[in-house]
């Protein structure tokens, strides 16, 4: 990656994370096969288009379509001037919208647990009946406001789940469903929204996000609210 402009090295180890994680590396890698980051206080950066100081090799650049396979002088040379710089801003935009996507995932566990903890009134159920009456309700009508894709998403994804779905039965009835949302109802690009469910899907497994099935109905006093309120902030 070239940048028109500096980046601060954590916001880079950020992405470099980010892009580790949404290609899944971790899956392929062990202690002697494993992506790098660099730069650190140990390790500089590898150039190519240059010889490797061992085995005096050449050193191309490569490409994942092709197999890996190093390009010869001519052809690194090549790629090279053809590499259109970026600024700083692409990466710190994903970086920022990654970060208020889980914050949104968390904060939204956070308040359903604060809730499933207190006793509610006849006439206002924050239950599982009516989380699932909710799902369904999403799966049938679709989105109806701007604004609630995410939080609709991780519901409908724990409702598939609570159905008896396997993780990548869960990623697909959301990407069909995702598919014929009224595009006025959300503002995300359709493929960021993929990566999203993509997440979403992932949180929900392996941190085994359920619906919660315990203390149907409650009672709400000022003080529990002023509890929930703080175990939410």
Same mark, same amino acid.
């Given at each position: 990656?070239?940048?028109?402009? *500096?980046?601060?090295?954590?916001?880079?180890? #950020?992405?470099?994370?980010?892009?580790?994680?949404?290609?899944?590396?971790?899956?392929?890698?062990?202690?002697?096969?494993?992506?790098?980051?660099?730069?650190?206080?140990? *390790?500089?950066?590898?150039?190519?288009?240059? #010889?490797h100081q061992k085995t005096g090799e050449y050193c191309g650049f490569c490409l994942v379509e092709d197999g890996l396979k190093v390009m010869n002088q001519e052809a690194s040379e090549a790629y090279l001037l053809s590499i259109t710089k970026m600024t700083s801003q692409r990466i710190l935009n994903i970086i920022e919208r990654e970060e208020l996507e889980i914050e949104d995932t968390e904060k939204f566990i956070r308040t359903e647990d604060a809730i499933s903890h207190h006793k509610s009134l006849a006439n206002y159920e924050q239950s599982e009946e009516y989380s699932i009456s909710r799902a369904q309700e999403l799966l049938k009508n679709g989105l109806q406001i701007q604004g609630s894709r995410h939080k609709s998403i991780l519901l409908i994804g724990m409702y598939?789940?609570?159905?008896?779905?396997?993780?990548?039965?869960?990623?697909?009835?959301?990407?069909?469903?995702?598919?014929?949302?009224?595009?006025?109802?959300?503002?995300?690009?359709?493929e960021d929204c993929y990566k999203d469910i993509d997440q979403v899907v992932k949180d929900i497994y392996e941190r085994d996000y359920n619906l919660s099935a315990s203390n149907k109905d409650l009672t709400v006093t000022l003080d529990e609210v002023k509890w929930i309120i703080e175990k939410c902030l």
């Open positions: 990656m070239f940048f028109e402009d *500096l980046i601060q090295i954590t916001d880079a180890k #950020k992405f470099f994370d980010y892009v580790l994680d949404k290609a899944e590396v971790h899956l392929f890698s062990d202690a002697g096969n494993k992506v790098e980051f660099r730069v650190t206080d140990k *390790l500089g950066i590898k150039l190519p288009l240059g #010889k598939l789940k609570y159905c008896g779905l396997e993780r990548e039965d869960c990623r697909s009835e959301l990407y069909a469903w995702m598919e014929w949302q009224n595009p006025d109802s959300y503002t995300t690009p359709l």
